[in-house]
């Protein structure tokens, strides 16, 4: 007898692939890390041009990692 998949199985699914991108990407990108790097570049600058540089950093981030992921062939 046939039985469809119960709502929190794809809740559960999607979470646990959720966590896997999250930790495969957070060692890759380190945040923490570059965070003395991004400051020791931008020394001397104000504090809105720290700001725009993040939000310019952040956007194109997210463009690559997206871009990269649409391409990647699938299994």
Do not use: E, W
């Not at 979470?15 to 790097?37: C, D, Q, T």
């Not at 504090?47 to 981030?61: G, M, P, W």
């Amino acid at each position: 007898m046939y039985r469809p998949p119960m709502f929190s199985d794809d809740v559960r699914h999607f979470l646990g692939a959720l966590l896997l991108v999250v930790g495969g990407l957070l060692p890759i990108v380190n945040p923490i890390g570059s965070a003395p790097m991004f400051l020791a570049m931008t020394h001397g600058a104000d504090a809105q041009t720290r700001r725009v540089l993040a939000t310019k950093i952040a956007f194109n981030s997210f463009v690559l990692i997206r871009g990269r992921s649409s391409s990647a062939p699938t299994c």
